[in-house]
């Protein structure tokens, strides 16, 4: 008996080890799992449509965490990433007349340059990153809602082109161009964590900024060129959300900022900094995504939707954070 | 022998931390009104019976008893009640809190706090700076004086003396002896033999998890314990100490110095020049100024007047950046500040090598290489090399100093770099700062190890209140030339 309960206890703490060793296995797995709970409540998911608009969903949401993972792993954060988002999906509708090239390239620079003011706040005035980005939002929406009376008149629709990547398909209709895109910046994105000097000086400087400092790096270069580099990320995801809603307004991204943390943050980065990276990002925002679907087809209220939302995502990172800490 | 009962005994205790075995079967007695030291090589598992005995993790297998009753402690709560007070190896107060709010978090009695603070003539010290802002050896002394306010009947200490100057170590020493007649016992880690001779009664050593010994300090020599220790008789000056090899010619171009350099109250004068070739020592005691100086060199602060030149051409450090870019690195004294605790070995070592935005869009190529040839010359124990914060405390020293290794530098500078380091690893780190020196490099050593001084400098400076107030030249320089000169008698 005795005998038994060691075996057992030895059984789950080999279990938790390897669920340690693995985390993305066992977030594909809830994935999976989610999945396959949407398709008994609607067996119509479980078709390609089904993953399509799952997918479509997920594809900005992932690229606005990457831009959380980013700055997360500093121990950083972006509260101004989806005011981003909008004000370049403004810029870009109102620079529609020019071409898509043009539209696409001026949504882009207002990312990088928001991101280069909030780099600039954190890393060399050392404001607090939340502060910084928050007081950031309430620039940029106190800024746009003035400019829409006045400068950004005018067009507050996409240009055809941008409409076709977010919302078009290939392959007879199976594989989105968003999603396409989206892959695209993943390969990137991992590609620059794991195997670049300044994905490894992001994770460094979340952990230690002091020996890094020490070690002879201007750590302010860092900070600038990651919050850049969310800043664009947040144009990215900003263009395929105005070409998918096909017009703009100001509230364009506004509920995509919590999940945007939250998907890195059951992905397994944490906001204390030095810990995590973007495949688990990815698999979160999955997860986000089929959650979202899920509570559609359930049909109940919004505000059971909010609760079950809430609770599912606590869960997880909770879970994740046993996981970690258990050694 | 009519020796004194036993206090606390340990049996048979194993601890594994996943698939490392830090300890496999320690067994150690530990009686009343005895010092004790617990002795072996960086890794050995000392850290890991503290850890055990002050409650933190439980061990695997094996009992504790203190005064005869079983006492597994399960919580540092337990062990508190059950009479244990602990000095850990890395500070345990809170960084970014003040002294005082770290006081109330432990529940300490403040009076009685203020009270051993004082032995070390820092009754008067500030209770509300923040603990980040206070260097290490007071914030060992501030571990010590909590864990004394416990009023403990075993007082076990971590490598305590690693961080203190001479004076202030003198000081604990005292103190430990008093606490023995009044029938505290005390657990005392460290890897400065001269200490176990000067005041342990009895030492355990551990190797490889287990104990291979117990001692009376009493009846032998310092050679005979480390023969004990290492198992083989070894020879702990370096191959080529620095009294044998030909001395740095006097001719040998200057690579670093500072002119006039002065910063507050704290430093007040300092000049000095050291050659390519040299190996310059810095003796002092207790707060004169040294900490200020390297903060300075490193570029981590500006000086209030003063020139630092490399070369001979004189150079503005705004950062250690800028430092580094001069070729003048820092091995700074808190390993923490020199460590990525949740990242691996690896890339601790290799961090130095992409400093420059070029070098962010890629990896260099022979990092691995490089890397290795790190963990070979200082043999850092690798077998927890997931996450540094897993390593030993002497492994994580040398991760701090193998870091330079990779990247190489014209100047280094040294603070206390040895501290942590076992006694035979501490050989081949003087030879590797004399051949670094051989190679071409400038190195300024200040320890607070004075027997280091002759093993591997050429020159030393004394420093004193803020002036360098006296040079001897290292090969003659002895612990009592070097104390008075620090006291400021010359
Ligand atoms: N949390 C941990 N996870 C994994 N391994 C660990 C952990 N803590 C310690 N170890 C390993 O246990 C072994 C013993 O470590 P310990 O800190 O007890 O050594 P030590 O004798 O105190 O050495 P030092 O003189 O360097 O301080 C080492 O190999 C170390 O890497
Ligand atoms: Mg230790």
Same mark, same amino acid.
């Given at each position: 008996m005795v005998d038994s309960a060691a075996a057992a206890t030895t059984v789950r703490a080999r279990l938790a080890a390897k669920a340690r060793a693995n985390p993305s296995v066992v977030l594909g797995g809830v994935c999976l799992l989610l999945v396959l709970v949407t398709g008994f409540i609607e067996p119509e998911y479980l078709s390609l449509n089904g993953a399509r608009s799952s997918l479509l969903q997920a594809a900005p949401l992932g690229i606005l965490a990457g831009a959380q993972t980013i700055l997360m792993l500093t121990g950083g954060i972006d509260l101004s990433v989806t005011m981003i988002a909008t004000g370049s999906a403004y810029v870009a509708a109102s620079q529609s007349s020019h071409g898509a090239a043009v539209a696409i390239l001026m949504g882009v620079a207002v990312g990088l340059v928001v991101g280069a003011a909030n780099g600039v706040g954190v890393a060399v005035f050392r404001v607090n990153p939340l502060i910084m980005t928050l007081a950031m939002s309430g620039i940029m929406l106190g800024t746009f809602t003035a400019w829409t009376q006045s400068i950004l008149r005018g067009s507050t629709v996409v240009a055809p082109f941008i409409k076709e990547l977010a919302a078009g398909s290939f392959l007879g209709n199976r594989l989105p161009y968003s999603v396409v895109v989206w892959a695209a910046i993943s390969l990137i994105l991992i590609w620059l964590l794991r195997r670049t000097g300044w994905g490894r000086l992001l994770y460094a400087v979340g952990d230690n900024e002091t020996a890094v400092r020490l070690a002879g790096v201007r750590t302010w270069q860092v900070r600038i060129a990651a919050y850049i580099a969310a800043g664009i990320l947040g144009s990215i995801a900003g263009i395929l959300l105005a070409g998918r809603t096909g017009a703009v307004d100001l509230?364009? $991204?506004? $509920?995509?900022l919590l999940p945007s943390v939250a998907a890195a943050v059951i992905g397994g980065t944490s906001i204390f900094g030095g810990v995590g990276g973007y495949t688990g990002t990815i698999l979160g925002a999955l997860i986000l995504s089929v959650l979202n679907s899920m509570l559609t087809f359930l049909n109940v209220g919004q505000d059971i939707q909010q609760l079950v939302y809430g609770t599912i995502v606590l869960a997880l990172a909770w879970g994740y954070a046993g996981l970690a800490n258990r050694e | 022998m009519n020796r004194p009962s036993p206090l606390l005994t340990i049996s048979g205790v194993a601890k594994a931390y996943g698939s490392v075995v830090a300890l496999k079967a320690v067994d150690m007695t530990v009686r009343r009104h005895e010092i004790h030291a617990l002795l072996g090589a960086n890794g050995a598992g000392k850290s890991t019976l503290v850890r055990i005995l002050a409650g933190v993790h439980p061990a695997d297998r094996g009992t504790l008893e203190v005064e005869g009753k079983t006492a597994n402690f399960r919580t540092p709560v337990e062990a508190m009640r059950g009479g244990m007070a602990t000095v850990f190896q890395d500070p345990a107060l809170i960084r970014d809190l003040t002294i005082a709010q770290n006081l109330r978090l432990s529940q300490t009695d403040p009076a009685t706090f203020a009270q051993w603070l004082d032995e070390f003539d820092l009754g008067s010290l500030d209770r509300d700076r923040m603990v980040r802002d206070l260097p290490l050896d007071i914030l060992r002394l501030v571990d010590l004086a909590r864990a004394l306010a416990l009023n403990p009947k075993i007082l076990l200490l971590d490598e305590i003396t690693a961080a203190l100057t001479a004076d202030q170590a003198e000081k604990l020493f005292e103190l430990l002896d008093r606490l023995k007649s009044d029938g505290c016992s005390v657990v005392l880690i460290t890897h400065r033999l001269a200490e176990v001779m000067r005041i342990c009664d009895t030492a355990t050593i551990l190797r490889d998890g287990r104990n291979v010994a117990e001692l009376e300090v009493g009846g032998i020599t310092q050679q005979e314990l480390v023969h004990a220790m290492l198992g083989s008789p070894v020879d702990l000056a370096p191959d080529t100490p620095a009294g044998t090899t030909a001395p740095t010619p006097a001719d040998a171009e200057t690579v670093f110095a500072v002119e006039e350099l002065a910063s507050g109250e704290a430093v007040r004068q300092v000049s000095f020049a050291v050659r390519r070739g040299e190996v310059l020592g810095l003796v002092a005691l207790e707060g004169q100024g040294q900490e200020r100086v390297f903060d300075i060199l490193c570029g981590e602060r500006r000086p209030s007047s003063g020139r630092i030149l490399v070369d001979g051409s004189p150079c503005r450090f705004l950062s250690p950046a800028d430092a580094v870019r001069q070729g003048v690195v820092l091995i700074p004294g808190d390993r923490l500040q020199a460590l990525l605790p949740s990242l691996p070995v690896y890339q601790n070592l290799v961090v130095t090598l992409i400093t420059r935005i070029r070098q962010w869009l890629g990896l260099p190529a022979d990092e691995r290489a490089r890397a290795a040839n790190a963990i070979d010359s200082l043999s850092i124990d690798t077998r927890a090399a997931a996450q540094v914060r897993r390593l030993s405390g002497g492994n994580q020293q040398k991760v701090a100093i193998g870091r330079w290794l990779v990247s190489g530098f014209r100047t280094l500078l040294c603070f206390d770099p040895t501290r942590g380091i076992d006694i035979q690893t501490k050989g081949e780190i003087y030879a590797l700062l004399r051949k670094l020196a051989a190679d071409g490099a400038a190195v300024l050593l200040y320890t607070s190890e004075l027997a280091e001084i002759p093993l591997v400098c050429d020159r030393v400076l004394v420093m004193h209140n803020g002036l360098i107030v006296d040079e001897q030249v290292a090969a003659q320089a002895t612990e009592a030339s070097l104390l008075t000169a620090a006291h400021g008698l010359v």
């Open positions: 509230q364009l $991204a506004n $509920a995509f | -």
